[in-house]
């Protein structure tokens, strides 16, 4: 077995050296940077997190910049990214950095997983990339690989798997330079090991590779069947008032924390999205509105959930806003829109407002 293992470390560090992509956190030993990017890497697709990656550290270059930020500031680079409690907390992890460890990045994993958001897998890249410490990653690239090596049975999509394939990967995992190991285990998943149609002929561990030596590489990896996603319908309003539209501010904590968004909320069962508009407006808001027109209807998914959203252009009766769940309002006019952080959702229909030719208000 050791044998074994030494021939993949080897096997697998030739072919990264010869082989792995060009991308900027690779350049780079500041393990803010590195951790910029494995925060972004998570649940995000390389070609997605570049631009973000580019802008985020033009923005905040260092770690005080990041702390001294306002929260509204870093939500807005962070917008479209999704998944808003990472930024969240790297914005309380870089405050916890100046005031705990005096702006030094700890270098320890200890130290590093007490940061706000950081588990298991950032604290094992950081340590592993920027520190050299012998740190294994699990992400959802390794597991597949290592299903498919050992032919693992263990579902990769449950989290009681994880200490299993968390063992295999520090069993496998090259000491003498661990952060190269890790990137090329991951990188192997992404470029060669892929969920479908792995690339075995060219895979630099084939013929060490369990699955592929039994003729068993469709088997794996296992995964038990998640219950279907739910779909739920939701009805908002962009409420006019003149020239103005009203958007309310999310709790800080929670799915889309801190973000903006037009009033709304999920359609009842035998309500029209309509009624639900002008009741959730009255509940959230406490303005009475009329309906003028539906402009949009947009599908989004989420990781638990997708919403089939229905947008209406609404009119301002009565009232005076008493917030009921969000935490901020603001009546802002079309060309202010771009400053507020919106969720993805929004932003599938934002475009549509923009090329309207009237408004209930101009009328
Ligand atoms: S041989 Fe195929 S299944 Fe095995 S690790 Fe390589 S790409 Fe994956």
Redesign the pocket.
């Known amino acids: 077995m050791e044998k074994v293992i030494n021939q993949t470390r080897k096997l697998l560090a030739d072919w990264y050296q010869r082989y792995h992509r060009r991308l900027p956190w690779r350049e780079t030993r500041s393990p803010y940077r590195i951790w910029v990017s494995e925060v972004m890497l998570q649940q995000t697709q390389v070609q997605t997190v570049l631009p973000y990656y580019r802008r985020f550290l033009e923005h905040f270059p260092d770690v005080k910049t990041l702390a001294d930020a306002d929260l509204q500031v870093v939500l807005k680079a962070w917008e479209g990214l999704g998944y808003y409690a990472r930024a969240r907390n790297m914005h309380r992890a870089a405050k916890d950095i100046m005031q705990k460890h005096h702006g030094e990045f700890p270098d320890s994993r200890e130290a590093l997983m007490e940061l706000p958001g950081i588990g298991d897998y950032i604290a094992s890249a950081v340590s592993s990339i920027a520190f050299n410490q012998p740190y294994a990653v699990v992400d959802g690239n390794v597991k597949?690989?290592l299903s498919?090596?050992y032919e693992l049975s263990d579902p990769v999509n449950k989290s009681f798997s994880y200490r299993m394939f968390k063992a295999a990967a520090q069993d496998l995992l090259d000491h003498r330079r661990p952060g190269m190991f890790n990137q090329a285990l991951m990188e192997?998943?992404a470029l060669?090991?892929?969920p479908k149609n792995?690339?075995?002929r060219h895979?630099?561990?084939?013929p060490l590779?369990?699955?592929?030596q039994a003729g068993r590489?469709e088997q794996?990896p296992k995964r038990i069947r998640s219950p279907k996603t739910p779909l739920h319908h939701i009805a908002v309003g962009v409420v006019y008032k003149k020239d103005r539209m009203l958007i309310t501010c999310r709790k800080p904590e929670g799915l889309l924390g801190g973000l903006w968004e037009f009033p709304g909320g999920k359609v009842k069962k035998h309500e029209t999205p309509e009624k639900t508009c002008i009741r959730e407006i009255k509940e959230e808001v406490n303005l009475d509105i009329t309906v003028d027109r539906h402009i949009s209807q947009v599908k989004h998914a989420y990781t638990h959930f997708k919403i089939l959203m229905d947008v209406f252009l609404c009119r301002y009766e009565a009232g005076e806003v008493k917030l009921n769940g969000p935490v901020d309002f603001r009546w802002i006019t079309l060309q202010e829109i771009d400053q507020y952080p919106f969720p993805k959702a929004n932003h599938k229909f934002i475009p549509a407002l923009k090329t309207l030719s009237s408004t209930p208000g101009q009328k």
Request: hydrophobic share 35%; with cysteine; proline share 9%.
């Open positions: 597949r690989v498919r090596f192997l998943g060669v090991c892929t792995p690339d075995c895979c630099p561990i084939h590779c369990r699955a592929y590489v794996f």
